[in-house]
């Protein structure tokens, strides 16, 4: 009987972009119709030219030998190697055109596009003056300037003076600058600022869908909040150095550092350091301590199963003095073994005000106090600062945030990263309508498509790996009673993990399917991935799964695309719960319980990392973690066992013996966070996804090297990869210098490279892949320091001046993806939307 069984949630996360991307003038629209035709003949003419070649050479005997010579091989020449024939040549062609017919079509075709190259720039002109307009409106925005000032004070400026419409030098130097961030504005949907706003709502069970890519209009700019949180980076770093001063700590509960792992008389315990060193990020330093496990250790180990103040710990030893008693206290304290609770709740919504809270007792601490509470309150009213005022009050944070942290002891490092002071969602504070958005059909799809997932998922591949080194290490049922000395076997698992071998025929047989699709999409057969489920191995269907799929509508005709697979349980949308009406968190708690199943022990692990985007609600009864201040379960608590029964590594509670359910929901990848909690950050490790076998390959030559393509593929009307064209670093710097070679704007360069390559008109700009050192932490840190992808449109005389110049932040190649949907060219101004539905599988009694 089929055992796979999907259902979607009945809400979803909806991103979308708080401008429109402006509808087409006329003037724009007859200049992309001029180019479109000149790229046309391009095309035809490339494709002429092979059977003109051969017209060519099979003419020989209708001529002279010297015509021949003089003649017909300079002009196969120039035709091969793609430069134009001298018009002194071409003026003495005869009666070549009349005796070999594709000369004539190709003089044809050549003179055609001269009269529509000679119009072009007048076109060109009135078309450049039109998106100059726009892009001015654009820049006038307050939504736009309030988000590029949370960005950069300079590009605050530029934008500002491109608002004006001046075009003077300075103008156009800072034009590509100022349109990427406008682009970014009104064409991608990652949250920041207010370039994009998140809202919350039902997906409609039966409701038919509507409208185009860009028709749904559900987010009204008067029902948006500005959510502002001081960034927890320096909330740590500031935490950290207030607790350096003993008299501060010692007011604080404390605890161990990590359970103890006891071994011929000795404890190893495993420590932690942050370091502050700016920026966006802390750095987590983590060693292991081994010492002798006398009875004053064990016994303080013992009483810190809860924690526990240093006066009751002093007394418990039980020593004739008790200066001696707090001096071994002081000892293990400066070993970093017994370390003082976290002063205020990692997860607290106002960490500032507790900070203050906790030192206002003390008459010392009073400067302190002020400053906690003077920043506290000028990063609250950054969420309706004016566009003008909010590089100074920005400014005026990092200085005070210096001062801060000078005079608590950890001043900011000496070249450190600009400081970011806090950080900004847009957000709808009450449910959106999300009717038409979706259909049964789609979900249908998507139900089918999890499966497709699983197959293709690493997460699958961890759980195995891990399970192998666990059972070489501990034994087949075997416990680890300290699941972080083998949190360091999951990271490296982590950087070993592959596709597993075992799947393999099964994910042959859809590559065998994609691969033989000939020209066109490779469209995957439906029945394959209809029962792609019931066919695969039970321990990788054994527990629950839940993915999140990023949607958006890809045309008119019905395509969804799928933008991202990465893992569900509320993780994309808890992030923003807490400044939702309540209903969303109810509903979101309401479906993880459902998806996890009847009687399952569900428990959020909720590291912070100094990272905003991991503040997220608690939705289920239980967090663990390594403060019990603060969560109700402590991470001494668990096991780590082999459950024969699943043959899978599950945690384990020692008190009760139930395996748990670990959900991390954060956004910091857990690779940024320490190795120590890796066993609970993997617990749901699905959602690396990647379809890039599935996906043909072909290649051709260019200026500059060869291009690699791949074609759309497709699950029904599913889009599961866009359409792609690899550059490598020599075929950038023959477009850029092709681009650049052309006075004004490069019409002739873009039609013939869009013909050459096949491209369609609208893409969005990717930088090549970085090749990989081997290190999970550093490749992933690499890519975050790349650029961006970026909206271009072929058919946009202002994006053809920039061109060149984007091109440039490419050196080492670049991947053009097409537009789908396209933002541009459209009768009326739209947003990008982009849905995050999360499907739910539900797992096998063991």
């Not at 006038?140 to 300079?154: G, K, M, Q, Y």
């Not at 502002?228 to 008299?247: G, Q, Y």
């Not at 304290?333 to 030192?359: H, M, N």
């Not at 106090?369 to 004016?386: M, N, P, S």
Request: aromatic fraction near 6%; proline fraction near 8%.
């Amino acid at each position: 009987m089929p055992h796979y069984t999907v259902c979607s949630a009945p809400y979803a996360l909806v991103r979308a972009t708080v401008l429109r991307h402006p509808a087409e003038s006329p003037s724009a629209a007859a200049f992309r119709s001029e180019l479109a035709r000149l790229a046309a003949l391009d095309a035809e003419t490339a494709a002429l030219l092979p059977q003109l070649r051969d017209g060519l050479y099979a003419g020989r005997s209708g001529h002279s030998l010297d015509f021949h010579r003089e003649v017909v091989l300079p002009l196969r020449r120039a035709l091969h190697n793609g430069r134009e024939p001298r018009p002194a040549l071409l003026a003495r062609l005869g009666d070549l055109p009349e005796r070999i017919p594709p000369l004539a079509r190709w003089l044809s075709l050549r003179d055609r596009r001269a009269a529509l190259l000679s119009g072009l720039p007048a076109v060109a002109e009135a078309a450049l003056n039109a998106e100059h307009d726009a892009l001015a409106a654009l820049c006038r925005e307050p939504a736009l300037l309030r988000a590029v000032a949370l960005t950069s004070p300079d590009l605050l400026r530029a934008v500002e003076r491109a608002g004006t419409g001046r075009q003077d030098r300075k103008a156009r130097k800072e034009e590509p600058g100022v349109l990427r961030h406008v682009l970014r504005a009104s064409t991608k949907t990652s949250p920041l600022s207010w370039f994009t706003a998140v809202g919350w709502g039902r997906l409609p069970g039966d409701a038919p869908r509507h409208g185009g890519p860009g028709a749904w209009a559900g987010l009204p700019a008067d029902a948006l909040t500005s959510v502002v949180k001081v960034n927890r980076t320096l909330v740590s770093a500031l935490s950290e150095a207030l607790l350096d001063d003993p008299h501060r700590r010692g007011s604080l509960p404390h605890r161990m550092a990590s359970s103890a792992q006891v071994a011929d008389g000795r404890a190893t315990y495993a420590g932690s350091r942050v370091v502050f060193a700016g920026g966006r990020y802390l750095v987590t330093t983590e060693d292991e301590v081994g010492l002798v496990f006398s009875g004053p250790l064990r016994l303080i180990d013992a009483r810190c199963e809860k924690p526990t103040g240093l006066e009751e710990l002093a007394a418990a030893l039980n020593t004739p003095s008790a200066a001696a008693a707090m001096a071994f206290l002081g000892r293990l304290t400066e070993a970093g073994l017994l370390v003082p609770t976290e002063p205020v709740d990692p997860q607290d919504e106002d960490p500032l005000t507790r900070l203050a809270q906790w030192l206002r007792d003390d008459p010392d601490q009073a400067a302190l106090v002020r400053q906690i509470d003077d920043i506290a309150a000028r990063t609250r009213t950054f969420a309706t600062a004016e566009p003008a005022r909010r590089p100074a009050l920005l400014a005026d944070l990092s200085q005070r945030w210096h001062t801060l942290l000078a005079e608590a002891g950890r001043p900011v490092p000496t070249g450190a990263a600009p400081l970011n002071v806090l950080s900004e969602d847009v957000v709808a504070a009450e449910p959106v309508r999300l009717d038409g958005l979706l259909d049964r059909a789609d979900q249908q799809a998507l139900g089918e498509l999890t499966a497709l997932a699983e197959l293709f998922d690493l997460g699958h591949q961890l759980r195995r790996l891990v399970r192998d080194r666990f059972v070489a290490r501990y034994g087949s049922g075997g416990v680890c009673r300290h699941p972080w000395e083998f949190g360091a076997e999951v990271a490296e698992a982590w950087e070993q993990v592959t596709l597993d071998e075992q799947l393999a025929p099964l994910r042959q047989d859809l590559i065998d399917a994609a691969h033989g699709a000939g020209s066109g999409d490779a469209v995957l057969p439906a029945d394959l991935v209809r029962g792609l489920g019931d066919r695969l191995p039970r321990w990788m269907v054994q527990r629950p799964l839940s993915y999140s799929y990023f949607l958006q509508r890809g045309t008119a005709d019905g395509l969804l695309c799928v933008n991202h697979v990465y893992g569900g349980w509320g993780r994309f949308t808890s992030r923003f719960l807490g400044s939702m009406a309540p209903e969303a968190g109810a509903e979101v708690a309401r479906q993880i319980r459902r998806g996890l199943g009847e009687g399952a022990r569900a428990v959020q692990v909720r590291p912070v990392g100094g990272f905003n985007a991991n503040l997220h609600p608690l939705l289920v009864p239980d967090e663990i973690g390594p403060d019990r201040r603060w969560t109700s379960i402590g991470e001494p608590e668990v096991d780590l066992v082999h459950d024969e029964a699943s043959d899978q590594v599950r945690l384990r509670l020692r008190a009760t013996g139930e395996l748990l359910e670990v959900l991390y929901g954060g956004f910091l990848a857990p690779i940024m966070l320490p190795r120590r909690i890796a066993p609970l950050l993997s617990d749901h490790p699905n959602g690396v996804v990647d379809f890039a076998s599935l996906l043909p390959r072909s290649s051709s030559e260019a200026p500059g090297g060869r291009v690699v393509r791949t074609p759309r593929l497709r699950h029904r009307h599913l889009v599961l990869q866009r359409r792609r064209w690899h550059l490598p670093a020599g075929v950038v710097r023959a477009l850029r210098a092709d681009l650049a070679a052309e006075q004004g704007i490069p019409v002739a360069a873009t039609a013939r490279w869009r013909a050459l390559l096949e491209l369609p008109e609208q893409l969005f700009l990717h930088p090549a892949p970085a090749p990989l050192d081997g290190n999970a932490t550093e490749d992933f840190l690499t890519r975050l320091g790349r650029p961006k992808p970026q909206f271009v449109d072929l058919g946009s005389a202002l994006h053809l001046r920039s061109l060149a110049k984007w091109l440039s932040r490419h050196p080492g190649g670049a991947v053009l993806e097409e537009a789908l949907p396209a933002p541009g060219g459209r009768e009326v101004a739209a947003r990008a939307v982009e849905l995050v539905v999360e499907t739910y599988r539900e797992g096998l009694p063991s």
